[in-house]
């Protein structure tokens, strides 16, 4: 019987990789041809610059990066979450449809920055180069049907710890983005507050971005807890212990949204709320690292070292920024990267114990929340990888 629902799981994954695959075959085709006939059509000039006008090759680029992505995640988004949802026990089902809008701006946000990275590298390979109409219509007919193949094939096997992937990538691909847009190519000397402030003119998308950003974190968050739910199930956590967590973590997003949502220079008010979002975030997901031990003390013991490693990096950088090794942005960037390792790697974690466990059937659970018994064999098996 078991032989048999392998062997059914193993057709479904067939079946269901072939679904996806033909969806983005048919994206790319629509969208390589929908963006060549564009091109052809509107594009007045018969010659246009890689970059530096309006209508350049670079900023059709970015237009067309945008749309392909806002028009193919969804759906595919859609369709590989409700294909794993169906393969998981109950007890670790996600409700993913409000996730949609935040990984669809993400998604597209990531897209956008790829794009600004690869203009700015073939403008350095190709300086002063002009193209005519017939090749940007096979270019960026040719790259629209890349990126929408790419975009459905990702989305559509996009995990929960996928969440916190895109959650980062959407953050830096925002504070890059915002950066590579902004009249001042000196902002870095400030700090990525300067990018948001209202005489900016990339305040836009550093705003929007981090909203988003700061969404897709309160989403993950949401999937991260139904396995959070399962370890309390099997006596692993409190029910003190999962409150804990999730009250951290959506701290984490509500700062990061409101870093977005409040500007920094409109008035003293508006910047002490923004400089406290700020904080905010390393304090909840700082203060969430140092209780691991003790909180979760069933994950593996390299998770606990590697932890502790990264937060006496953090801890480094401030003496560092004060003897004027580095700037404010150098510093938030470095605690940005090791903050989101960390929550990367806490995510994987957690989510591999409520897997390894999830063949176990739950055991009684007293009044606090602790496992009345066979507390050792589950904190055990949740350590021990399954064979």
């Not at 847009?181 to 929007?208: A, E, K, V």
């Not at 209780?291 to 950088?317: D, E, G």
């Amino acid at each position: 019987m078991k032989a048999d629902s392998l062997l059914q799981r193993d057709r479904e994954e067939h079946f269901f990789n072939d679904q996806v695959e033909r969806y983005a075959l048919v994206a790319a085709i629509v969208a390589a041809l929908a963006q060549a006939a564009v091109v052809l059509l509107f594009t007045r000039n018969d010659q246009l610059p890689l970059v530096g006008a309006p209508n350049s090759v670079a900023s059709q680029a970015l237009i067309s990066a945008l749309v392909v992505a806002l028009a193919v995640s969804p759906l595919a988004y859609l369709r590989g979450a409700a294909f794993r949802n169906r393969r998981l026990p109950l007890e670790r089902r996600h409700d993913f449809r409000w996730a949609v809008l935040p990984v669809t701006m993400a998604a597209a946000l990531v897209a956008g920055l790829v794009v600004m990275g690869t203009m700015q590298f073939l403008n350095r390979a190709f300086i002063g180069v002009v193209l005519p109409k017939p090749l940007i219509a096979l270019a960026l007919g040719f790259a629209a049907g890349v990126l929408a193949y790419l975009i459905a094939g990702w989305l559509s096997h996009l995990r929960s710890t996928g969440l916190i992937y895109l959650a980062i990538g959407s953050l830096f691909g925002t504070l890059l983005f915002a950066g590579v847009r902004n009249d001042d190519p000196m902002w870095w000397t400030y700090s990525f507050s300067h990018l948001g402030m209202t005489d900016s003119n990339s305040r836009r998308i550093f705003d929007i971005g981090l909203i988003f950003t700061g969404l897709l974190i309160l989403v993950w968050q949401q999937f991260l807890m139904t396995d959070v739910i399962v370890l309390q199930n099997h006596g692993l956590v409190t029910a003190r212990v999962r409150r804990y967590v999730r009250i951290s973590l959506i701290v984490v997003a509500v700062a990061t949204a409101l870093v977005g949502l409040v500007r920094f220079g409109i008035s003293p008010l508006f910047n002490v709320v923004h400089d406290l979002s700020a904080v905010s975030m390393g304090v909840a997901a700082g203060l969430l690292l140092i209780s691991m031990p003790w909180t979760m003390p069933f994950l593996p013991r390299a998770f606990y070292t590697l932890s502790f490693i990264i937060l006496a990096a953090m801890l480094l950088v401030l003496p560092l920024k004060v003897m004027g090794f580095m700037g404010v942005t150098g510093m938030e960037m470095f605690e940005f990267m090791l903050a989101g390792a960390w929550l990367v790697l806490f995510a994987r974690n957690v989510v591999l114990a409520a897997e390894r466990v999830a063949d176990i059937g739950p055991v009684p659970v007293a009044a606090n929340g602790a496992a009345k018994s066979k507390g050792g064999a589950q904190k055990q098996a949740a350590r021990t990888p399954s064979r």
